[in-house]
């Protein structure tokens, strides 16, 4: 990443009823199809180099724009109907940048891996196409439903039911593991790179009133199954590793010490995603680094002395008098200081928000929020986790 950011959320469109364009479009038929698959004409870029484009446009002759699905530093993915195939698709549109249609292809050579070697069960996207149209490179992935992310927000931040974090996290697991096999290391993982396969979902009346005579209701997908997106950061194990990886919330210890890092950093943000499915909140909602570790210390402890001996130049001053962190001394204001208060113990944050399987859920994300990723579970270790295999314990 090449600098801090604010985390962009995509448009919310999972219980959205599709574009009129999108009925339009499985209603005119083959042949009135045939006669509309012209190009359009060639427009400017807008100025941060995205594709300009209108809703019912072509994509090539054979992909029929629908509607914008969501937008981030990328370019954009927008819905399309695929002529040869006639089903729904998702095209990821780069923006005409050097360094984004590099790393574009970057992400196209990971795809291809991962799709090389996929038995069928992999819970990574399916990636169907790539092609090069007016100076942007468009990968066509299968159309699915929602991020998780998307989901909870539009479910009020209501935690899923513990059943189904541990379907979730059982899928994400095997899709890592599967990565880590082939030597590829995703480095974003977060609720929003996370879509659940269906869109389609239940109501449940909430146990929570509204008022006397109104009830609230929350919402839970149909279907457990999700698939991983974005391979745009995905790193192969023998290249060269950048500084600083990951979304901020689910960024590990060994990257904000400057300590190197590997596959253990996936482990990392996955154990964060499921205290934050379990709890409706993101584990650590900090925009700042010493914030950060002081938060990681009121979660889990103080941060080995050895991790912090071995801190680089960088990090040195977030600390003081050997490994002691500097905090609240070195909090940027009050309110910091509060945010890092609010929060309690792991164990609290879990016991109060899970009804049952406390104990093993518990056991496994101490597992994988390990300070040393030397002794951070891997994927294959947390598969085998009392908390998959005896889901009553």
Same mark, same amino acid.
């Given at each position: 990443m090449e600098k801090e950011q604010m985390r962009k959320r995509p448009r919310l469109a999972w219980d959205v009823p599709p574009e009129p364009e999108a009925q339009r479009a499985l209603e005119l038929g083959g042949e009135g199809l045939r006669k509309r698959r012209a190009s359009p004409p060639k427009r400017d870029d807008d100025r941060d180099g995205h594709y300009v484009f209108n809703l019912g446009e072509n994509l090539t002759p054979r992909y029929k724009i629908l509607s914008k699905m969501g937008e981030g530093t990328f370019g954009r993915v927008l819905e399309c109907w695929d002529r040869q195939t006639r089903e729904y698709v998702a095209v990821k549109v780069v923006r005409s940048i050097k360094k984004y249609r590099d790393a574009a292809m970057i992400e196209v050579d990971v795809l291809q891996r991962l799709t090389k070697n996929d038995r069928g069960n992999s819970c990574c996207v399916q990636f169907r196409d790539w092609f090069d149209y007016r100076n942007h490179i468009c990968i066509v992935f299968e159309k699915l439903g929602p991020s998780l992310?998307?989901? $909870?927000?539009?479910? &009020?931040?209501?935690?899923?039911?513990?059943?189904?974090? /541990?379907?979730?996290?059982?899928?994400?697991?095997?899709?890592?593991?599967?990565?880590?096999?082939?030597?590829?290391?995703?480095?974003?993982?977060?609720?929003?790179?996370?879509?659940?396969?269906?869109?389609?979902?239940?109501? $449940?009346?909430?146990? &929570?009133?509204?008022?006397?005579?109104?009830?609230?209701? /929350?919402?839970?997908?149909k279907s457990s199954a999700i698939k991983l997106i974005d391979f745009g950061s995905t790193a192969f194990d023998n290249q060269n590793h950048s500084s600083t990886v990951c979304t901020r919330h689910y960024r590990a210890p060994e990257i904000i010490l400057g300590l190197g890092w590997t596959f253990p950093c996936d482990l990392w943000s996955i154990g964060c995603i499921l205290v934050e499915l379990c709890t409706g909140k993101a584990l650590f909602q900090t925009h700042e680094n010493l914030e950060h570790l002081a938060m990681m210390e009121r979660v889990l402890g103080p941060l080995p002395e050895h991790m912090v001996r071995r801190a680089n130049r960088g990090a040195e001053k977030y600390f003081r008098h050997g490994s002691r962190l500097n905090w609240p001394e070195g909090a940027i204001s009050r309110e910091s200081i509060r945010a890092v208060k609010k929060l309690d113990s792991l164990k609290d944050l879990i016991s109060r928000r899970v009804e049952h399987s406390t104990s093993s859920l518990i056991d496994l994300l101490h597992g994988l929020l390990k300070y040393d990723p030397t002794e951070r579970l891997t994927a294959q270790q947390a598969l085998d986790h009392p908390f998959f295999r005896n889901p009553t314990s």
């Open positions: 992310f998307d989901f $909870l927000k539009r479910n &009020k931040y209501y935690p899923f039911p513990v059943d189904l974090v /541990r379907e979730f996290g059982r899928q994400l697991l095997e899709s890592v593991a599967y990565m880590h096999d082939l030597r590829l290391i995703h480095t974003d993982l977060k609720p929003e790179n996370i879509l659940l396969v269906s869109p389609e979902y239940v109501k $449940l009346p909430s146990s &929570k009133r509204v008022s006397s005579d109104e009830t609230e209701f /929350r919402c839970l997908p």
